[in-house]
């Protein structure tokens, strides 16, 4: 076994769990970091594993939510069930789009992977946040069963601009919920939410598209990957929802520019 490869799954297991959840681009930070430690050529580097391991945060989502997510739960009422339903049709609707455009593009998504762009996107989407949580906005939808189909459509179209690295799933569904009046706790619960069917998708994509890379040692790195990003996921997941209740989202616009700053002036000089 290779524990250099091993102790990089954990890393890069800890950089998932935090930035899945964040609007900050967890992709982005992937390939960021890969090129940091100078990760190149080995299997964690390799697409499969940077998607994949998103797999280990969407089960922190199903378990954190189980309950909200589940239709079936002895406990709810008849009219708890039907919301329940009509919460998932309005996250399947959302993401009709990205599932797509996401196919149409997965051949060349490698060709996105440049830092610069990575960097440029931090940047747009940093002062977005901010100049939109600058402005009054009025709240229309404030639980999740106030949300139309047309606003979750929406919110999937927004989602679609994710596929470039560097903007982040969540950075794009939550500043479209916003924009279009949702308040910030339902925006995350249903980025959250979207995040189910989409990366499950993708994972699922990748595995089909390099199952020939999943030998016993690789499937072992990616295991502990998945699982250092399901436990990191759940206690970033009940950070954000805490902090959200209380803060808006301007301090992760700063976070973004600050970030894109510095990668244009590291991969500029190196």
């Not at 982005?28 to 940091?36: E, K, P, R, W």
């Not at 977005?128 to 606003?151: A, P, R, V």
């Not at 950075?171 to 249903?190: D, H, K, M, N």
């Not at 902090?243 to 970030?259: P, S």
Request: charged share 15%.
């Amino acid at each position: 076994m290779n524990i250099t490869e091993l102790i990089r799954a954990f890393i890069l297991g800890v950089v998932e769990g935090i930035t899945e959840w964040l609007p900050i681009s967890s992709t982005g930070h992937m390939i960021l970091v890969n090129s940091f430690i100078k990760n190149k050529e080995s299997f964690t580097s390799n697409e499969l594993f940077i998607y994949v391991i998103q797999f280990g945060a969407i089960l922190a989502v199903v378990t954190m939510f189980f309950r909200k997510l589940n239709p079936f739960t002895p406990s709810k009422t008849a009219e708890e069930k039907k919301n329940t339903w009509d919460m998932w049709f309005k996250v399947l609707v959302a993401s009709l789009p990205a599932a797509v455009i996401g196919l149409l593009l997965d051949p060349v998504m490698e060709k996105f992977e440049s830092p610069f762009l990575i960097a440029a996107m931090l940047i747009i989407y940093g002062i977005l946040f901010i100049s939109i949580e600058n402005k009054n906005k009025m709240i229309k939808t404030d639980d999740m069963k106030e949300m139309t189909y047309k606003t979750a459509l929406l919110i999937g179209i927004f989602q679609v601009l994710s596929i470039i690295p560097g903007t982040s799933r969540s950075g794009a569904t939550i500043l479209g919920a916003i924009i279009l009046g949702c308040s910030r706790t339902v925006a995350a619960e249903f980025s959250f939410f979207l995040a189910i069917p989409v990366m499950v998708g993708v994972s699922g994509l990748k595995i089909i598209s390099n199952i020939g890379l999943l030998n016993p040692e690789n499937v072992i790195i990616l295991l502990t990957g998945m699982a250092v990003a399901y436990i990191v996921s759940i206690i970033s997941i009940k950070m954000l929802m805490n902090f959200v209740r209380k803060h808006d989202f301007k301090c992760f616009g700063i976070y973004r520019i600050i970030l894109g700053i510095i990668v244009i002036i590291y991969f500029a000089v190196i």
